[in-house]
């Protein structure tokens, strides 16, 4: 047990920085998309043992152990030996660093149309509002594109009291967490929803993919407010949906069908296309956009939606309104709703919401909301037989590694070719012998570099285990994953991924056929 050894957690910044080989004067990773004057449950404990670093090297498969543990692959059944689908199949893991962690990921088959739904959401002030976009956001995708007729036939089963025919196939890891208790409140909202859709669609009308997106994640965000204001007799529910209201997350849905790949994006997830080229290589195409301060034409947009008067302050150090770095999200209703309001609904909900500390402040210089939104950027690409996998990741991922790295190292591994790169020191000063050291330790490391089953595991290793030098360290790896946990956020974030692998002679026939 950790808490008998009274000095297991006592590690002062700078002997954690030694440990992990952090430059002198380098900064340890900062919560990034979080509200940084409200961060962390730190827990603090005195003691009058003297500190002492306690360097915890963990074994291969105790490394393997902590990686593996969220991993997750599902491959598309074939028919009569052909695979009718783009999608051959796809992997994903997860690796958190809070606790508990604040991501979530989904992925799911639309039985009623056509198309594979992959999507990552990066919670923050907590994983309520990710964990309610996990179970809910496809949904409202996969209702929103259904036709009429189909729309009718779900609200005639549900006034005869008929089972109704499923809508998705879910892919779930079994430690993918589902709200039953919230499940009836959740139905109810999505039954308004699909007949407010009927009212609004015409027989035989076919529903646009990039409307149905749009129209989909804003009325979720919408719902997720309204639930909120309205409350529930169920005090478990009262308290969820507040939290969820209160608490925020990005996200970032692909729609996949045949050759039409749809990319849904709110926040800093990101979609990064892994790109085959004919020398066999592969290039990094980014399908998304980050919504944060370094997106000049977010920052025009939010400056431009509120009075001259903010300019200096709706955007203050890089954070809207100073606090939140995402410019893009679901819930987070301190930044949309009026101050009237907030307080309103506080004040008739449950106690323990007045012990959360995102619930107790207005943001400064709060004049005009909503200041923000949770409405998707979409773009849209037609897949090519080049265009071999998508990477669908947290800024957890992006953050440790640039996009083209990512991609050679999923593409490495999807077809077992080592791209040998030239060995990087950057400004280091190394002897000859320890470039042969290195070199040596390379070569002996490319036999096993593709021990991982799962393409995610495999790119995650390399997020958290990279040296200076490009190769991954055991001894890092090691280190970092046996942080404790109110040291691990410092370092990184949350990692989610999710690797869509495509087949590309499945794209290349229907590319042929004319077939959309």
């Not at 992990?20 to 998309?33: E, T, W, Y």
């Not at 040291?487 to 794209?507: C, E, G, K, S, W």
Request: with cysteine.
């Amino acid at each position: 047990d950790q808490e008998e050894d009274p000095v297991h957690r006592v590690m002062t910044t700078r002997r954690i920085g030694q440990a992990l080989n952090v430059r002198p004067g380098a900064i340890p990773h900062q919560p990034a998309s979080r509200w940084p004057s409200l961060r962390l449950n730190c827990h603090s404990r005195r003691y009058n043992t003297t500190p002492v670093l306690h360097s915890y090297i963990l074994t291969p498969p105790q490394v393997n152990s902590i990686l593996k543990a969220n991993e997750y692959s599902f491959k598309v059944p074939e028919f009569d030996g052909k695979n009718l689908s783009s999608v051959m199949g796809f992997e994903s893991n997860q690796l958190p660093a809070n606790a508990p962690i604040e991501d979530r990921r989904s992925a799911a088959t639309c039985l009623q149309t056509r198309g594979m739904l992959l999507g990552v959401f990066d919670g923050h002030a907590g994983c309520a509002c990710a964990q309610a976009l996990s179970e809910r956001l496809f949904y409202y995708i996969a209702v929103s594109l259904l036709p009429h007729n189909t729309l009718c036939e779900l609200e005639a089963a549900v006034e005869a009291g008929r089972a109704l025919s499923p809508i998705l196939q879910w892919h779930k890891h079994p430690n993918d967490y589902f709200n039953r208790e919230a499940q009836n409140l959740y139905f109810n909202s999505l039954r308004t929803y699909w007949q407010e859709l009927i009212d609004l669609t015409s027989p035989g009308e076919v529903p646009d993919t990039r409307e149905a997106l749009l129209n989909a994640f804003k009325r979720l965000d919408n719902d997720l407010s309204l639930e909120a204001q309205v409350g529930d007799p169920n005090a478990f529910l009262h308290y969820w949906v507040l939290r969820v209201a209160f608490s925020g997350a990005t996200a970032c849905v692909a729609h996949v069908d045949g050759s039409d790949m749809f990319i849904a994006n709110a926040g800093d997830a990101r979609a990064v296309l892994g790109v085959q080229e004919e020398d066999g290589s592969f290039t990094a195409h980014t399908l998304s956009n980050d919504h944060n301060a370094q997106n000049e034409d977010e920052v025009a947009r939010i400056r431009d939606e509120h009075p001259a008067t903010e300019r200096k302050t709706v955007i203050r150090q890089e954070r809207l309104l100073g606090l939140l770095m995402p410019f893009r999200a679901f819930g987070d209703v301190k930044f949309k709703w009026g101050i009237e309001l907030q307080k309103r609904v506080l004040e008739s909900g449950p106690d323990q919401l007045h012990e959360n500390e995102h619930t107790k402040f207005i943001p400064p210089n709060y004049h005009t909301p909503p200041y923000l939104t949770a409405e998707p950027e979409i773009t849209y690409h037609k897949l090519r037989p080049q265009d071999r996998f998508l990477v669908i990741g947290s800024d957890g991922l992006w953050e440790t590694l640039h996009r083209q790295e990512v991609v050679r190292i999923v593409g490495e591994f999807l077809t077992g070719v080592h791209q040998r790169q030239p060995l990087k020191v950057g400004g280091y000063r190394v002897t000859l012998g320890q470039m042969q050291g290195l070199l040596e330790e390379r070569k002996a490391r490319a036999s096993t570099s593709f021990e991982d089953q799962n393409s995610a595991t495999h790119l995650m290793r390399h997020a958290v285990g990279n040296n200076e030098f490009g190769t991954i360290d055991h001894e890092r790896l090691s280190k970092m994953l046996s942080l404790p946990e109110e040291l691990a956020r410092m370092y990184r974030d949350d990692i989610t991924i999710i690797i869509a692998q495509f087949n590309p002679h499945v794209i290349e026939s229907q590319s042929q056929d004319g077939q959309p």
